[in-house]
T-cell receptor, first 115, second 112 residues
Framework: DTAVSQTPKYLVTQMGNDKSIKCEQN?????MYWYKQDSKKFLKIMFS???????INETVPNRFSPKSPDKAHLNLHINSLELGDSAVYFCASSQVRAGVWHEQFFGPGTRLTVL | DAKTTQPPSMDCAEGRAANLPCNHSTISGNEYVYWYRQIHSQGPQYIIHGLKNNETNEMASLIITEDRKSSTLILPHATLRDTAVYYC?????????????FGGGTRVLVKP
């Protein structure tokens, strides 16, 4: 079974559209993340949720809105897509135990192409 | 989180040990050294982490200098499947949010 899964794997859409990417983890972790990897291959964190509460919100346009319906899911909704949003988006999860934040497990990525 | 410096690329012969250096001269006493790797088009994969002592697991060994200003990740017997970008990251183990700050990493090419 896949530990961290993302759908879709590929997403091609027109500028101005609204799209969502879904992420699910079956590891029982309490923290989930969204990272963006641009064309230059730099990985940057966007958001982090712990027990459905937003704890990290980097400088990300308001067009990006994460939603965590439960601890096992973290979805990313993007409004009014722009060319610069084209990237690979990775979801990740990890566990906090006794105040210690353990290693992150990453999903396979969603390659978003905005035309 | 402390900044890290890694060589942009290195080659390694299959079956030989690969030694990947990382400089983190501004690391503080509570920061751990983490290594992740990203195989082409896949999500990053955790490899190992350590604070002061050398660490070993089934994937690799981590050697941290006594002053903790640098470290080396060792892949003992590199295989073609170890071709990837390797990231050295330093962070507080108890930092709220667990943000990983990825740099450019080292692109390792294992050659037959």
């Amino acid at each position: 079974d896949t530990a961290v899964s993302q759908t879709p794997k590929y997403l091609v859409t027109q500028m101005g559209n609204d799209k969502s990417i879904k992420c699910e983890q079956n590891l029982g972790h309490d923290t989930m993340y969204w990272y963006k990897q641009d064309s230059k291959k730099f990985l940057k964190i966007m958001f982090s949720y712990n027990n459905k509460e937003l704890i990290i919100n980097e400088t990300v346009p308001n067009r990006f809105s994460p939603k965590s319906p439960d601890k096992a899911h973290l979805n990313l909704h993007i409004n009014s897509l722009e060319l610069g949003d084209s990237a690979v988006y990775f979801c990740a999860s990890s566990q906090v135990r006794a105040g210690v934040w353990h290693e992150q497990f990453f999903g396979p990525g969603t390659r978003l192409t905005v035309l | 989180d402390a900044k890290t410096t890694q060589p942009p690329s290195m080659d390694c012969a299959e079956g030989r040990a690969a030694n990947l250096p990382c400089n983190h001269s501004t690391i503080s006493g509570n920061e751990y050294v983490y290594w992740y790797r990203q195989i082409h088009s896949q999500g990053p994969q955790y490899i190992i982490h350590g604070l002061k002592n050398n660490e070993t697991n089934e994937m690799a060994s981590l050697i941290i200098t006594e002053d903790r200003k640098s470290s080396t990740l060792i892949l003992p017997h590199a295989t073609l499947r170890d071709t990837a970008v390797y990231y050295c990251i330093v962070r507080y183990l108890k930092a709220a949010g667990n943000k990983l700050t990825f740099g450019g990493g080292t692109r390792v090419l294992v050659k037959p």
